[in-house]
């Protein structure tokens, strides 16, 4: 790992129940312009679909709309499914974004469907793909994105020679391997797939092979994050994100619901466990604890830069929170560096 530790973003611009998703949305800008000014890395945001309480189904269109909201930070996906579309389309539309907005989009691409089976038939989807199409799909869409090749018969214009960075995203082996192979980032999905953490990492890290891309492995691992004043009044917060996870068991809508004191009262033992399976990876607490668990989490996977999922209730409450995290990041460099600076001994 470098000597660097870059934090980003990934937002599904959560919805309270009732609410317009404008006003979810204008959430999102203000968070994005107030992480850029943090120094965050990239704001990206997910791809969802037919889920009540979250406002992220068109993904490149939200791209654009932070985009145009801020200056410098970078923007993308986290990520676009691919399989959703057609490669053609997606070189299209991020060809735009790069257009409009150059050099700070980013293209992360997934292989789920980022819904149920009845949203997989109404995007289009053959209901028996598999996600083992997603590699002749990912070279495909480098081959409309790349410099155009003789006698390519379709090009996207715009697209076509953008180079838009491209992050393979997973949450398990697969893409981690892909991604290794083929060069690339990878970015791996620990705010709700924990227990697959460190097997895909080793695949990644054991396939890689330098590209023109890469020359070295380039890891980044979403977890969730919840800074607050003290370790208490960050449990009280997570219990929002608690909550989303026990709803999405139950197939119920997953809007953003009001801190409580205690989860006690709401799930059953089987469900607490499975919550807390997937919230594994959860980093809550004061400065303090959640340095020590930033560092604990990049000595163990080696990551170069941490995805940071915020959820919560209060919009001044996830400000408050990312405000934190990148402070104690910017603690952890100022260590590194200091430890590793050379020392002046006097003669």
């Known amino acids: 790992m470098s000597n660097e530790l870059a934090v980003s973003v990934l937002d599904l611009v959560g919805m309270r129940a009732g609410e317009p998703a404008g006003s979810a ?178 695949l990644y890290r054991g396939r890689f092979q330098p590209s023109e891309v890469l020359r070295r492995p380039y890891l980044m691992v979403a977890v969730p994050v919840i800074a607050a004043e003290t370790d208490a009044a960050a449990r009280r917060l997570f219990t929002t994100a608690q909550q989303r996870f026990l709803r999405l068991i139950r197939n119920q809508p997953v809007e953003l619901l009001p801190p409580v004191e205690s989860m006690e009262p709401l799930w059953r033992d089987s469900e607490r466990a499975a919550v807390e399976n997937k919230l594994g990876a959860a980093i809550v607490g004061s400065n303090a604890t959640v340095r020590a668990g930033l560092e604990k989490l990049v000595a163990e996977t080696g990551a170069d830069e941490v995805i940071v999922v915020s959820d919560s209730y209060d919009h001044a409450d996830r400000l408050q929170s990312y405000e934190r995290v990148a402070g104690v990041a910017a603690k952890i460099v100022a260590a590194k560096n200091q430890v590793k600076s050379p020392v002046a001994v006097e003669a």
């Not at 700070?104 to 038939?121: C, E, F, K, T, W």
């Not at 020679?161 to 290794?180: C, K, M, R």
């Open 25 to 202: 949305i204008a959430r999102s800008v203000d968070l994005a312009q107030h992480v850029e000014s943090w120094g965050y890395k990239r704001y990206w945001l997910a791809e969802h679909h037919g889920i009540h309480g979250l406002a992220c189904s068109a993904t490149a269109v939200l791209i654009g709309h932070v985009a145009g909201a801020t200056k410098t930070i970078r923007v993308g996906s986290g990520g676009v499914m691919l399989p959703n579309h057609a490669p053609l389309v997606v070189a299209e539309q991020f060809g735009t974004l790069e257009a409009l907005y150059p050099g700070r989009i980013d293209l992360g691409l997934g292989r789920a469907p980022g819904g149920d089976a009845y949203m997989m038939r109404a995007l289009r989807r053959d209901l028996r793909q598999t996600g083992d199409d997603f590699p002749a799909l990912l070279d495909e869409l480098r081959t409309y994105l790349g410099p155009e090749r003789p006698g390519q018969l379709v090009q996207a214009i715009p697209g076509q020679g953008s180079n838009v960075p491209i992050t393979l995203l997973g949450s398990s082996g697969f893409s981690a391997q892909l991604a290794g192979m083929l060069g690339l980032p990878f970015a791996f999905a620990a705010h709700f797939s924990p227990e697959y953490l460190h097997p895909s990492v080793q």
